[in-house]
């Protein structure tokens, strides 16, 4: 058994020596013994994950999701739109977005609506509509009109919110999107939490979101969010806490610390080097490098940069070098093949070639960025957090 050799990597709940004193009592801490060394020294600059990020972007505006790969993820594509907004880059968002701006009619208000959650590296073939990912692509929107102050977009906004609010449901909830053969897809918390976050202000279509979250989609004991109440085996996502933390004002920090449950070490496929981080889920088949990273973030947001250090010094043992670009590095997805999020396996490359999501939320966290933040500042009424009742 793998956890054999890792007796010493311990996973507590109180205040280490190795931690500094600034660190919150009582905040779940990954202690990496001296008996699990890295095996060979490593000079991470992030310049350097910059210059991958920016160098795989094709003539089109598009990035492929990761390195060697033919597809165009939306939820990348955002990411790294405001990766670039952030290092005044604006140039490189633009056309992303101009990409985007471009397909209104063909896609956003055709048919169903929604722009396709993946692509081929041509714009073309467009898979299925994920709700959550044209959430993230508003998010990306709202960064660049709050930093140039600039109309150019729009339009385009416009009518992604608009697209958004449409999905909502009686319930309060919002449908996750559309198949390719036009049947829904199920409702899924991280999306609805995002549109949440993505959709400025705060109205009757937030309120409705809380009431569906706080009725359907909290463990108060836990006070922790649901990803699938249906299902004991994938109650919980790693992505709901740290996203939810980031996403809702004064959101309870214990939603980190109970994030503990999906922590694991595995051995990196591509450099050997064992990984403490966290999987999607209660599996722990694989540490998932993306949301190990949105977790560092997290922390980052609640004054906690001793524990996102230790994160980051974890995930940086996965840091692989690009074969294509000169002083380029990214993280894969994942340190090793295994599941996803529920039991579905991952594509073949997901653990041997840098991805554009691990490598963002990395870079967010390296420069204590917070995406999120700029839409959490809502004034939400008191009375409609449920996570304070």
């Given amino acids: 058994m793998r956890f054999k050799l890792f007796c010493t990597v311990l ?17 779940t801490i990954l202690e990496i013994s001296l008996e699990n060394p890295v095996s060979k020294e490593y000079h991470f600059n992030i310049e350097n994950t910059i210059n991958w990020v920016t ?14 790969t033919a597809f165009v993820s939306l939820y990348d594509n955002a990411l790294a739109a405001i990766a670039f907004i952030t290092l005044d880059e604006l140039e490189k968002a633009e056309q992303i977005f101009d990409f985007f701006n471009g397909k209104i009619n063909e896609e956003l208000l055709a048919n169903k609506g929604g ?14 509509t994920w709700m959550g ?39 309060g909830s919002i449908a996750g999107g559309y198949n390719e053969d036009g049947t829904p897809i199920s409702i899924v ?7 949440f976050n993505a959709v400025p202000g705060y109205d009757e279509f937030h309120k409705n979101i809380l009431s569906f979250l706080e009725t359907e989609r909290w463990d108060r004991e836990e006070k ?34 109970n994030a503990s449950k999906y922590i694991t070490a595995q051995t990196s496929t591509m450099t050997n080097e064992i990984v403490m981080g966290y999987a999607f889920d209660e599996d722990k088949d694989v540490v998932w490098l993306e949301g190990t990273a949105q977790m560092a973030v997290a922390y980052n947001s609640a004054s906690l940069k001793t524990q996102s250090d230790l994160i980051l010094n974890e995930i940086e043992k996965s840091i692989l070098e690009s074969t294509t670009y000169v002083n380029a590095h990214g993280l894969p ?39 999120l933040a700029l839409g959490m500042n809502k004034n939400t009424p008191e009375a409609d957090k449920f996570w304070k009742k």
């Fill in 133 to 171: 990912d044209n959430a993230w692509l508003l998010i990306a929107l709202n960064h660049y009109q709050d930093k140039t102050n600039s109309t150019k977009y729009n339009t385009l906004a416009f009518e992604l919110e608009k697209w958004i609010r449409s999905l909502q449901l009686e319930n």
């Fill in 11 to 27: 996973v507590t709940v109180t205040m280490y020596s190795c931690v500094k004193e600034d660190v919150k009592e009582n905040s």
């Fill in 333 to 371: 997805y994942v340190t090793n093949h295994g599941s996803s999020y529920g039991a579905q396996m991952l594509w073949d490359d997901a653990d041997i070639t840098p991805a554009i999501s691990s490598s963002v939320w990395y870079l967010f966290a390296k420069i204590n960025f917070n995406p």
């Fill in 55 to 68: 160098n795989i972007q094709n003539s089109n505006g598009l990035l492929p999701s990761s390195e060697n």
């Fill in 224 to 257: 922790t969010l649901l990803a699938w109440p249906e299902n004991p085996s994938y109650k919980y996502a790693l992505d709901l806490h740290s996203l939810g933390f980031n996403i809702f004002e004064n959101f309870p920090i214990t939603t980190l610390e």
């Fill in 189 to 195: 918390t991280e999306g609805i939490i995002t549109a």
């Fill in 115 to 128: 722009f396709f959650q993946l692509r081929d590296l041509g714009g073309n073939n467009g898979q299925r």
